[in-house]
T-cell receptor, first 112, second 114 residues
């Protein structure tokens, strides 16, 4: 899987929007952008994924840059339950695409 | 609600014991995975399977084996448990291609080897 770069940590206030950035300058045309989060003492949880277009679901929105070299996970109104480590991962849709390789992610702190 | 179920939440075993960690998914996913997670080292892939009776080594397979006799079940086996295998073990399943969706993880098994 191609490499991604995320800030080590970010802080937000409750009920405010949060924009979590991810850089993936070496992304290939067949790489999907996947986001996961891991709450304390739990397994990772799938959040959202996309290829080229922006995506929305009940948990979050994913904004993908036009050149696909970066993306942003948007939590529209942060809650205390959103405090977690967020991982941005690229998954190739061709070849050996079974593995999901986790980096260190971004630790999001949400202040009440 | 779709689910990946791991047989135990907490487990304590003695050094040298043979340990079985069981994982069952109800999503008819082709792919299944075993990871371990340790502080400072993150999640590391032990083994994965993309079909029944098929298995591939991940990044840290030493000391482990796996079994997938049925599509919904993927077992991790510690042949002779050692203290350095004390860890959180996470099972996951996924559709065959990344465009079809993400991984679903179980809640994890915290294994302590004494």
């Amino acid at each position: 899987d191609a490499k991604t770069t995320q800030p080590n940590s970010m802080e937000s206030n409750e009920e405010e929007p949060v924009h979590l950035p991810c850089n993936h300058s070496t992304i290939s045309g067949t790489d999907y952008i996947h986001w996961y989060r891991q709450l304390p003492s739990q397994g990772p949880e799938y959040v959202i994924h996309g290829l080229t277009s922006n995506v929305n679901n009940r948990m979050a929105s994913l904004a993908i840059a036009e050149d696909r070299k970066s993306s942003t996970l948007i939590l529209h109104r942060a809650t205390l339950r959103d405090a977690a480590v967020y991982y941005c991962i690229l998954r190739d849709s061709g070849g050996s695409n079974y593995k999901l390789t986790f980096g260190k992610g971004t630790l999001l702190t949400v202040n009440p | 609600d779709v689910k990946v179920t791991q047989s135990s939440r907490y487990l304590v075993k003695r050094t040298g014991e043979k340990v079985f960690l069981e994982c069952v998914q109800d999503m008819d996913h082709e792919n299944m995975f075993w990871y371990r997670q340790d502080p400072g080292l993150g999640l590391r892939l032990i083994y994965f399977s993309y079909d029944v009776k098929m298995k591939e080594k991940g990044d840290i397979p030493e000391g482990y084996s796996v079994s997938r006799e049925k599509k919904e079940r993927f077992s991790l086996i510690l042949e002779s448990a050692s203290t350095n295998q004390t860890s959180m073990y996470l099972c996951a399943s996924s559709p065959p291609t990344p465009g079809k969706g993400g991984y679903t993880f179980g809640s994890g098994t915290r294994l302590t080897v004494v």
